[in-house]
C-alpha cells in the first residue's frame, strides 16, 4: 500500500519499529521510515504514552490526511 501510494505522488509515512520487517522493507523503497517509535504489547504505560505523545505531535504536524493503523497499540 505504501509503496503503490508513493508512486502515485502521494507522501507516505511509517511508524513502526525500527526492527520490524515493515520499518526496513518502507525505508529500503524509499518511504519516510519514522524512528523511536515502539508500540509494545500488553501493559506497558510509559512506553505507550511515549508513542502517543510523539504521534500526537506528529499527526498536528503534519496534518497527514489518511492515518491507516494496524493493531491494538
Given amino acids: 500500500v505504501c509503496t503503490g501510494l508513493a508512486a502515485r505522488g502521494h507522501e507516505v509515512s511509517i511508524a513502526a519499529p525500527e526492527e520490524s520487517g515493515l ?3 518502507g525505508r529500503d523503497a524509499g518511504i519516510d521510515a519514522l524512528p523511536g517509535y515502539r508500540f509494545d504489547r500488553g501493559f506497558r ?7 502517543v505523545l510523539r504521534m500526537r505531535r506528529l499527526l498536528r504536524e503534519r496534518r497527514y490526511d489518511i492515518v491507516h493503523t494496524h493493531g491494538s497499540q
Fill in 23 to 25: 520499518w526496513t522493507r
Fill in 45 to 51: 504505560p510509559v512506553s505507550i504514552a511515549r508513542d
